[in-house]
């Protein structure tokens, strides 16, 4: 395989999870009778750009279905934290009624309702039917397609250029990131900004958060890859912002090539920190493997010690995430008898690989399991808080990343 970014061959391996179905790929009770579609999970480096990615075996549009079943609204501290973004963003760079608003990777209109709310004219690029449908029921106006050049020149015909383009946890899952920076860099009016939100590479490898690994996301990045592939394409990153979402993030801030906006000292110290901690040579990616495996053995081991001293365990968060998690350790629903989630899109479904059944709340409060598995780490303290009933029956919470936690 040849890196999607600058062509070159591929022969370090950052980390193999073994063979996974689709992350998102929940079943029916009909799909249980059916054969499941499984590729290999293996995790490649560049060594000329370093850029970190998933071997090609599914493409796009089998991942990212009609029934696509990740809706964002239902973490109310994601809905926090894009009304934040929003507020700040709309002063920082004084948006009005004669401005527009582009989202690449809408999904269900969870931040566009906020621009929306404001006046500003606003428009969400989703490709997944079932998230798009969300976003035009509270009014948000969707072109349902995946964004690249040739969208980005449909709506420049369309006089749809942007002051604002945000994408938030799409660049990983871009295909082609060369195709979709470039469209940024067309769309963007001059003076614009584009803000992108994405994971962290130095905070996955530092938490060895591998269950964050998945067919879904194509790419993981660090600051200086993005920085060079942006500046391919003539958009300059002048701020960037750490973030504690999803095990930590970074926002960046792009614009065109000598554009208005000074460069701040955040963007250098960032740069400066990944070359320290040695994201450009090969040994920083050495060893992942093994925290991964002994990540996967103590959860398969508490499960295993739980069930031979008669614990009931349950799981909470039908997480992208927590797919990964279960299927590298090879857990069913012998040892997990059931996952817990708010969606009404996965309820009444099963987990892809393990068939683990997915519930409704009602379902613990009855089984009143001495453990609960929390899948989606990153949001633990707001599950906690949702699920503070479970202290009154002596339960305990548990989760593996990044490394086993019973509290």
């Given amino acids: 395989m040849d890196c999607r970014h600058c062509g070159s061959h591929l022969s370090l391996t950052f980390v193999d999870l073994g063979t996974a179905p689709p992350a998102n790929a929940y079943l029916t009770s009909t799909d249980l009778r059916k054969p499941e579609l499984w590729y290999p999970l293996r995790i490649l480096v560049c060594t000329e750009c370093w850029l970190v990615q998933t071997e090609d075996y599914a493409n796009a549009e089998e991942l990212f279905r009609e029934d696509y079943a990740y809706f964002s609204s239902y973490s109310q ?46 428009v969400g690029v989703e490709p997944t039917a079932s998230t798009a449908a969300k976003a035009r029921e509270k009014g948000i106006d969707v072109i349902q397609e995946f964004f690249g050049t040739h969208l980005a020149s449909q709506m420049i ?43 962290h590479l130095l905070n996955l490898v530092s938490y060895t958060q591998f269950d964050t690994i998945y067919h879904e996301h194509f790419s993981y990045f660090s600051f200086g890859t993005v920085v060079r592939i942006f500046e391919k394409y003539g958009l300059y990153i002048f701020d960037v ?4 979402t999803h095990g930590g993030s970074l926002r960046i801030y792009a614009q065109a090539d000598r554009g ?48 031979s001293n008669g614990r009931r365990v349950g799981a909470y968060g039908a997480a992208a995430k927590g797919s990964t998690l279960i299927n590298y350790a090879g857990v069913r629903s012998d040892l997990i008898p059931y996952v817990v989630d708010k969606s009404p899109a996965k309820k009444g479904k099963y987990l892809p690989g393990s068939r683990i059944p997915v519930v409704d709340i009602e379902r613990l409060l009855q089984d009143q399991p001495h453990y609960i598995v929390i899948l989606p780490w990153n949001i633990r303290e707001e599950i906690e808080a949702d699920l503070r009933v479970v202290r009154n029956w002596g339960g305990r919470f548990v989760t593996a990343i990044p490394k086993l936690t019973i509290w």
């Fill in 77 to 122: 501290s994601w809905l926090d934290h894009a009304a934040k973004y929003v507020a700040e963003t709309v002063d920082q760079y004084h948006l009005d009624h004669n401005s527009r608003v582009v989202e690449l990777a809408s999904n269900d209109g969870y931040l566009l309702q906020y621009v929306a709310e404001r006046g500003i004219p606003c």
């Fill in 260 to 307: 208005p906006h000074i460069s701040t000292v955040a963007v250098n110290e960032l740069l400066r920190r990944e070359e320290a901690a040695g994201l450009s040579t090969m040994t920083y990616y050495s060893g992942f493997q093994q925290q991964a495996d002994k990540i996967k053995d103590d959860l398969l081991t508490f499960l295993l010690d739980a069930r």
């Fill in 241 to 244: 912002k750490e973030l504690p």
């Fill in 157 to 199: 015909d369309r006089s749809m250029q942007a002051d604002l383009i945000v994408a938030n946890n799409v660049l990983a899952h871009v295909p082609d990131v060369n195709d979709f920076i470039a469209g940024i860099a067309m769309l963007l009016r001059y003076g614009g900004v584009a803000t992108l939100e994405f994971p």
